[in-house]
């Protein structure tokens, strides 16, 4: 997968791409981010790349034509490029969006600042607009590397074998269980008696049990739309 971000920041993206599971994926080649800085794309003396809004109001409005030219420079001939915009007017990031957006070859994410972006890279350029959720940032390069991370990490060869992105909550469609790890006992808190039983059929049925109890208490909705088996859906109801 190859992926183009247009930002005016690019140098806020290093360290999230050069730790952990993104730079093992970028080292592998299993993907490429390529940053663009959108100031480049600009051709007047002093590399302006935004204005006044037009009908007046506070702040400063992004220029199109820089973004366009941008956009024009990076993108392929051929293929169909998903051109993201990340802005607080885009259709909501989910576990399912990522899913859908891992699947394509080429993407290409515009990073927004100041008050916002002229409606005609809206209109006429982006394809598709996301929000990470309902809460101002400064511009959309956080919401960016948050939507790489979670797309990356489900391309194939990207996790290590253990690990399947298909058994983490979300995917599910329940919240993860809780986790335990070595002391059994720690400052008079004793790890639940089922984890150290050896017996891997009742820890399942623990922990799935576990993980409806947390959704229900926490995250009611998710229920809904889970996939829950008959006896499953009698044990919600009965909790409720
Ligand atoms: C802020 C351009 N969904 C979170 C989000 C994404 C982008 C922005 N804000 C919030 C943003 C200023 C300028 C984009």
């Known amino acids: 997968m190859r992926i183009d971000i247009l930002t005016l920041f690019p140098e806020m993206f290093q360290s999230p791409f050069s730790t952990s599971i993104l730079k093992r994926a970028i080292d592998r080649g299993l993907v490429s981010v390529n940053l663009h800085n959108i100031r480049d794309y600009t051709h007047d003396k002093h590399h302006t790349v935004d204005d006044y809004p037009y009908g007046g109001g506070a702040g400063m409005v992004l220029k199109p034509e820089p973004i366009f030219e941008?956009?024009?420079?990076?993108?392929?001939?051929?293929?169909?490029v998903p051109i993201i915009l990340l802005s607080p007017q885009g259709r909501p990031f989910s576990q399912q969006v990522a899913q859908e957006l891992s699947k394509y070859s080429c993407l290409i994410l515009?990073?927004?600042?100041?008050?916002?972006?002229?409606?005609?890279?809206?209109?006429?350029?982006?394809?598709?607009?996301i929000s990470i959720g309902d809460y101002v940032l400064s511009g959309g390069e956080l919401a960016a590397m948050v939507v790489v991370e979670a797309m990356v990490r489900l391309l194939p060869g990207v996790l290590g074998s253990e690990a399947s992105p298909l058994d983490d909550s979300h995917v599910a469609g329940l919240l993860e269980y809780p986790q335990y790890t070595r002391p059994a006992v720690f400052r008079d808190w004793s790890v639940p008696e089922v984890?150290?039983?050896?017996?891997?059929?009742?820890?399942?049925?623990?922990?799935?049990?576990?993980?409806?109890?947390?959704t229900l208490e926490r995250r009611p909705e998710l229920l809904d739309k889970a996939e829950l088996s008959k006896e499953e859906r009698q044990l919600v109801n009965k909790l409720k």
């Not at 941008?70 to 169909?80: C, I, N, Q, R």
């Open 110 to 129: 515009i990073c927004g600042r100041y008050e916002g972006v002229d409606e005609r890279v809206h209109s006429h350029l982006v394809t598709d607009e």
């Open 195 to 214: 984890l150290l039983s050896g017996n891997h059929a009742q820890i399942a049925k623990w922990r799935h049990e576990q993980a409806i109890l947390r």
């Open 70 to 80: 941008a956009v024009e420079s990076v993108k392929p001939e051929s293929g169909e």
